[in-house]
């Protein structure tokens, strides 16, 4: 007796291919419904971040960090000793500073005991804190910080609010719902190795630190 062998129809495969692509596509839209919130997110923190300066200047008079008086005012807070000068209006050190008597550090324990952030409130310079871990970051892992020196020599602001590990894809995205979408003009600029990056040198899979001036 002979055995028919039957194999897939010509329909049959083309339901096959019809799922499978789908399933692609139900996937890239789900990563791309992702980004875009993370994305929201990045720009969320720029706002939220200079509305704790906000918020903190109107209920004390004093900048978040620069504050000379913070220890009289918030329980456990420490005032800042490096960075620049208590009291001066000005948040000093560096955006991405790991000393924790730095202003630009401190800020983070004050706008967080004054309830206006969330995250860890304890000293930084305390043992077992790491300041890597003990900064807030933004949805790519990415740390968030702030200083009052401009990041780019010429660049205007009274502060500035930088995030890394941004992808050149996202921080543009950045730039456009903040700005003008022009990475090396306005209020929000992009800067690889500390200096500001042309449209021409722009790459989606370069990561990026995105800047804000306020």
Same mark, same amino acid.
């Given at each position: ?11 049959? *495969? ?5 799922? =499978? ?5 139900? =996937? ?20 939220? !971040?200079? $509305? ?20 009289? #005012? ?15 209006? #000005? =948040? @000093? ?50 740390? *968030?910080? =702030? ?5 780019? $020599? ?6 500035? *609010? ?9 921080? #543009? ?5 903040? @700005? @003008? ?27 990026? !630190? ?5």
């Amino acid at each position: 007796m002979k055995v028919r062998q039957q194999g897939f129809t010509l329909v049959e *495969i083309a339901v096959v291919l019809v799922i =499978i692509g789908l399933l692609l596509g139900g =996937i890239l839209k789900g990563q791309e419904l992702i980004n875009s919130a993370k994305v929201k997110n990045v720009i969320g923190d720029f706002r939220n !971040t200079a $509305t704790y300066i906000y918020a903190y200047q109107d209920r004390f008079r004093a900048l978040p960090g620069d504050d000379a008086g913070v220890a009289n #005012r918030l329980t456990g807070a420490v005032r800042a000793t490096t960075g620049g000068t208590s009291g001066n209006g #000005r =948040i @000093d050190g560096a955006w991405n500073s790991t000393t924790a008597t730095d202003e630009t550090v401190l800020f983070w324990q004050h706008v967080r005991l004054a309830n206006l952030a969330s995250g860890d409130s304890r000293n930084p310079g305390a043992e077992g804190v790491v300041i890597a871990d003990w900064v807030p970051r933004n949805a790519f892992s990415g740390r *968030i910080g =702030i200083t009052s020196t401009s990041p780019l $020599t010429g660049w205007g602001g009274s502060f500035f *609010i930088c995030q890394e590990n941004l992808a050149g894809t996202f921080a #543009r995205q950045v730039d456009i719902a903040m @700005d @003008d979408g022009l990475p090396n003009t306005g209020t929000v600029r992009l800067l690889s190795g500390g200096a500001a990056v042309a449209q021409a040198d722009l790459n989606d899979a370069t990561v990026y !630190t995105v800047c804000a001036a306020y």
